[in-house]
């Protein structure tokens, strides 16, 4: 069984930044892809920046230049920065791994920007 647990959502001015955090514990043999997705009320999950098969980053385009992810292998952990936040980026964040074929999901962290 593998466990995510994330950390640093909060409240947040617009313009303002947070950093999320997400340390993977549990059966991890090697972890394929490694990432975060948002969802905002009434939408569906969008993935934001991921870890992808070899090591190749992928942000989603609305946070280009403004997020950025960034892991400490040692430690199984991901983290996202995300800075200049907008009250668009106001959503649930949620970490997410692959590793054996298998996809394992954390609880969720919420994010709340205010205009």
């Known amino acids: 069984q593998v466990r995510l647990a994330e950390s640093g959502g909060g409240l947040v001015q617009a313009g303002g930044s947070l950093r999320l955090s997400c340390a993977a514990s549990?059966?991890?043999?090697?972890?394929?892809?490694m990432g975060w997705y948002r969802q905002a009320p009434g939408k569906q999950r969008d993935m934001v920046a991921v870890?992808?098969?070899?090591?190749?980053?992928m942000y989603a385009d609305s946070v280009k230049g403004r997020f950025t992810i960034s892991r400490d292998n040692a430690k199984n952990t991901v983290y996202l920065q995300m800075n200049s936040l907008k009250s668009e980026d106001t959503a649930v964040y949620y970490c997410?791994?692959?590793?054996?074929?298998?996809?394992?999901w954390g609880q969720g962290t919420q994010v709340t920007v205010s205009s």
């Open positions: 997410a791994l692959t590793t054996r074929g298998l996809e394992y």
């Open positions: 549990g059966s991890i043999f090697s972890i394929t892809t």
């Open positions: 870890y992808t098969r070899g090591g190749i980053i």
